[in-house]
């Protein structure tokens, strides 16, 4: 039998409400998950904001004007995240998903929140803080591309603003970084207890895993998470089989796997041994979790209303 299998928000709950927003992240709360899953990216004048896109996304944001008169740099959709100003992003709406194509799940039972702006770290931790959401671990990926380095803050520098961000509002112990980029998990090794080693396909290589090769561990990747003094393997859940449960197992490594928004599947990989499942869709994991009497997180009360 299982014990306790945590349910992670992912985006908040992106299945639902508009990701990586502050109205998405209260409503995941509200929902009850154990831990808020969201991005962050560096802005030109070094500001933390939630992005999942180093490139601001023409699917989840939309330009509603200039910050400044005659600004060269409008329109910002489209632009690097570091090659803008906090002001500029915060011109933005994030609240309403654009389908780029029919078969966008998401923009088919996401509620749009029209007027919705691209958030800081530090309005998230206020959020929670004034939710009195103690008991919500946060799971804070860091967005880096080490093939793109143009558009990725330094690894150093980025997980200390974070930490520090994470420490001023006394939220750091029950905080976790993530990365598919492991130069920040290496970076972080000395500034923070929880590190998980995101990982899919198209990162299983040297270049993304801080210069580790697959080959070199015999292709099992909780061994080389480990190397780089991960505490978490977050594996794609295309990448979950019983040997990578096995590895993961054998160094006491939990497995965290994304993005799981059908319940059958969750259950599978559940038996499998995941300690924990990322969804878009806490609502439908819930019920699942009820089914297999699985201890539930207990939902945040709501404030009246939260602006973004």
Do not use: C
């Not at 030109?44 to 904001?49: I, S």
């Amino acid at each position: 039998m299982h014990g306790y299998v945590e349910l992670h928000g992912h985006r908040g709950a992106r299945g639902l409400r508009p990701e990586n927003t502050l109205p998405g992240l209260a409503f995941a709360l509200e929902l009850g998950v154990d831990a808020l899953e969201f991005d962050v990216a560096m802005s030109a004048d070094g500001q933390l904001v939630l992005t999942h896109d180093l490139i601001v996304s023409p699917v989840t944001s939309a330009d509603t004007g200039m910050a400044t008169p005659d600004d060269e740099m409008f329109p910002y959709v489209g632009r690097p995240i570091n090659s803008l100003t906090l002001a500029q992003l915060r011109t933005l709406d994030v609240g309403v998903r654009l389908p780029q194509r029919p078969d966008d799940v998401f923009a088919l039972t996401q509620v749009p929140l029209p007027d919705t702006r691209m958030p800081t770290l530090g309005a998230v931790l206020g959020l929670i803080g004034a939710l009195g959401a103690d008991k919500v671990r946060l799971n804070v990926e860091l967005k880096s591309n080490p093939t793109r380095l143009d558009l990725s803050a330094d690894p150093v520098e980025f997980a200390e603003r974070v930490v520090k961000e994470l420490d001023k509002h006394d939220k750091l112990s029950r905080a976790s970084l993530l990365s598919f980029d492991w130069r920040i998990l290496k970076a972080a090794e000395q500034l923070v207890d929880q590190r998980y080693a995101l990982i899919e396909r198209v990162t299983a290589n040297p270049e993304w895993m801080n210069g580790l090769d697959l080959a070199d561990f015999d292709g099992d990747i909780p061994a080389a998470a480990a190397e780089v003094g991960a505490t978490t393997l977050s594996p794609d859940r295309v990448l979950v089989d019983e040997a990578l449960m096995a590895g993961a197992s054998l160094r006491g490594m939990p497995v965290v796997v994304w993005t799981v928004n059908d319940p059958e599947e969750a259950s599978r990989l559940i038996d499998m041994g995941a300690s924990a499942i990322v969804t878009d869709y806490p609502d439908r994991m819930r019920r699942l979790w009820k089914a297999r009497n699985l201890p539930l997180p207990e939902p945040v009360r709501p404030l009246r209303h939260v602006d973004a």
